[in-house]
């Protein structure tokens, strides 16, 4: 059984981060769309944290004013 | 005003920046430089943790200026603290490779009409065995006797006739195929033929002669006025409180700097990292120095490696593909930078402006560093330039100046 039967239509996929999956699904003859996409900071909460501090619409301290 | 406002701000003030070439003097008359001061390249550094070439660069310049004799007498001097050493940018001033200046090397004047700020750089010596490079032989040390002595005095008279508004030559340039960093003929083509004017009422005779042959065998010649340009569009920005904006890329062979306009003039600084690129013929990567110079602030305003796109023979030059990879490494560059440049515009991108204001926090945020073309210095004294490549800032750099910035986010 594949997963057409099972979902009664052609199957089309979009693939968030590691290509893998994109480049396998792929091979295999089903439509992908990869995004292209990593966590902020490669991951790392601290500097995660860092940058959201100091975001465009977030700023502590900031007056809000233009 | 909070960091988009900031960021703005930064952003107004860096593409409405207006260079203009006013003049040509001895540094100790541009900006008062004393003697026994010998300015370099990048972030601070003392002698024993400079690497070769600019050791070797220093020893030509004490030779040249007469404040040591020979060799060892120059390397004695530096080595018992008989000098002071200062980053060029801490004196408006910018230099590639090495970047050492001295007091009576001529410098360019450039004047940032919009703003009223000025900026320095010395007369590019050309390719090859020179000062800035490492190389410090009896040829390299005449030339630069020759810069101080006849062209020096030649440009500045030429320049005080007419001075030369910069922004259109760059702006025509970026369209002619220069990237800025390791192509400039277009740009320097541009600014001999306006030059040449004013040089022609100055001068006459072998004077004339030498500085013309001079002019029209050296590719590379507008690049010190790229730089100096450059320096001077992005002096306003410093102290936007709270703009997370890079004002500053710098290298000294030992570490790369950057600076930040909510920081001020502080350095924040990573080991600097090794070029990628093609050899001249009998080097190779072994025979490399690390990375150097403050010619990155040529990528700090949005051109080299930043405008690979507008320059796709560049990008063979250095080794990093052609067209189409060329547009992929600016289309990279856009995603770490606010804004495009409303004059620098990029024919193979639909006249799109060059990426301008590169953002720390899109630095970190992605992972992605900016790219920088630039010259390989011999890492063994004397050798001079080796090769051209590319390379990467560091990442260590960005990370830093986030953490500083969110510490104080003004």
Redesign the interface.
């Known amino acids: 059984m594949t997963l057409e039967t099972v979902l009664g239509r052609p199957l089309r996929v979009i693939n968030l981060g590691l290509d893998a999956f994109a480049l396998e699904l792929q091979a295999a003859g089903v439509q992908v769309v990869h995004v292209d996409w ?1 966590p ?3 991951g790392d909460p601290r ?1 995660a944290a ?2 959201t ?5 977030d ?8 | 005003m909070n960091v988009k406002a900031a960021n703005a701000e930064a952003l107004r003030r860096l593409t409405a920046a207006e260079p203009v070439l006013i003049d040509c003097v001895p540094a100790s008359e541009a900006f008062g430089l004393e003697p026994q001061t010998v300015l370099h390249a990048g972030p601070p550094i003392e002698w024993t943790a400079m690497s070769p070439p600019v050791q070797g660069a220093i020893v030509g310049a004490l030779r040249y200026e007469g404040w040591a004799p020979s060799e060892a007498a120059a390397i004695d001097l530096a080595a018992r603290g008989g000098l002071r050493f200062e980053p060029c940018h801490h004196r408006g001033a910018v230099g590639p490779m090495a970047g050492i200046v001295t007091g009576s090397m001529p410098v360019f004047v450039i004047l940032n009409r919009a703003f009223g700020n000025r900026a320095y750089a010395t007369i590019n010596e050309g390719l090859g065995r020179v000062l800035r490079y490492g190389a410090n032989d009896e040829n390299v040390l005449a030339r630069l006797a020759w810069l101080r002595d006849e062209v020096g005095p030649l440009l500045g008279r030429a320049l005080r006739r007419k001075s030369l508004d910069l922004r259109p030559i760059m702006a025509q340039a970026v369209r002619m195929g220069d990237e800025m960093h390791q192509r400039n003929i277009a740009a320097s083509a541009l600014l001999a033929r306006a030059l040449f004017p004013s040089l022609a009422r100055e001068a006459n005779g072998p004077a004339l002669t030498r500085f013309v042959d001079f002019l029209g065998d050296h590719d590379q010649f507008f690049l010190n006025l790229a730089m100096a340009a450059a320096k001077a569009a992005l002096d306003p920005l410093v102290g936007i409180a709270g703009s997370t904006v890079v004002t500053t890329m710098a290298r000294n062979g030992t570490e790369f700097g950057i600076r930040v306009a909510g920081c001020g003039g502080r350095w924040f600084t990573a080991p600097v990292n090794m070029p990628q690129g093609l050899y001249f013929p009998g080097f190779g990567p072994e025979d490399a120095n690390p990375d150097m110079g403050d010619s990155a602030i040529v990528e700090t305003v949005g051109l080299g490696g930043m405008a690979m796109a507008t320059s796709p023979a560049v990008a063979r030059f250095v080794g990093a593909g052609g067209l189409a990879e060329a547009i992929r490494i600016t289309e990279e560059m856009r995603e770490i930078t606010l804004g495009e440049h409303p004059h620098f515009r990029i024919p193979t991108q639909d006249d799109r402006g060059t990426p301008v204001g590169i953002d720390v926090r899109r630095v970190v945020a992605t992972g992605i560093t900016p790219l920088i073309n630039t010259g390989i210095a011999g890492r063994k004294i004397g050798v001079g330039q080796v090769g051209a490549g590319f390379v990467r800032a560091p990442l260590g750099c960005f990370t830093a100046a986030l953490e500083a910035l969110a510490a104080d986010p003004a």
């Not at chain 1, 700023?59 to 233009?66: A, K």
């Open positions: 990593s902020p900071a490669g500097l860092l940058l501090r100091l975001d465009d619409d700023s502590p301290g900031g007056d809000q004013e233009r």
